[in-house]
């Protein structure tokens, strides 16, 4: 059975800092999935990863799949205010479903 | 852009009420989803549908059924609403395909039993 797991589930850190977040998963998968869901609104993909060593960036977001290692990492580059939210990962169970991560609560302070 | 959207945003229901929550996306994805998201507890998948008239359940069916009479739109049902359905209701889509299960998310129903 395929499991998630992201960590840490909750992180507060200052503007200006880098810092990532770690999506492990335990059965092989070579497509996953990064989310964004802002307070009590819904999700928003972020990244759709679907390759071993796929990186995509997008503002002072990377992410990347590391397939063999079952691992994807969320990397963010100087935090400002406006990255505050929760972040999803989610693996293809080779099922049409996703498997979600716990989510990880982001909290950047000014 | 893929549109998924919601009957409502907010809804408030007595215990025992039968209760339809509506989902309809725009885009002629195959795969459509329910989840419900609580507090500590994640996205949980209600059911799943890959065609019209098929659906599978997920991961919490119980009190739950569902309805897709039609592509593009999933309803969720509640046959006797009960207060523990208290929850965020998150409907997807997605485009069968080989390779990408990108889900598109509707902006999700807040139902609250009473």
């Known amino acids: 059975e395929l499991k998630v797991e992201q960590n840490p589930l909750f992180l507060s850190m200052q503007e200006g800092k880098n810092y990532t977040i770690y999506c492990n998963y335990s059965t092989t998968s070579d497509r996953l999935y990064w989310y964004r869901q802002d307070p009590g609104k819904s999700l928003e993909s972020l990244f759709v990863?679907?390759?071993n060593g796929a990186v995509k960036q997008e503002g002072r977001l990377m992410a990347s799949l590391d397939t063999k290692a079952r691992l994807s990492t969320l990397h963010i580059t100087a935090a400002v205010h406006d990255l505050s939210a929760t972040y999803f990962c989610a693996v293809d169970d080779s099922n049409y479903q996703l498997i979600w991560g716990a989510g990880t609560k982001l909290i950047i302070k000014p | 852009d893929v549109k998924v959207t919601q009957s409502s945003r907010y809804l408030v229901k007595r215990t025992g009420e039968k209760v339809f929550l509506e989902c309809v996306q725009d885009?002629?994805?195959?795969?459509m989803f329910w989840y419900r998201q609580d507090p500590g507890l994640g996205l949980r998948l209600i059911y799943f549908s890959y065609d019209v008239k098929m659906k599978e359940k997920g991961d919490i069916p119980e009190g739950y059924s569902v309805s897709r009479e039609k592509k593009e739109r999933f309803s969720l049902i509640l046959e006797s609403a009960s207060t523990n359905q208290t929850s965020m209701y998150l409907c997807?889509?997605?485009?069968?395909?080989?390779?990408?299960?990108?889900?598109?998310f509707g902006p999700g129903t807040r139902l609250t039993v009473l």
């Open positions: 885009m002629d994805h195959e795969n």
């Open positions: 990863l679907l390759s």
């Open positions: 997807a889509s997605s485009l069968y395909t080989t390779g990408n299960d990108e889900q598109f």
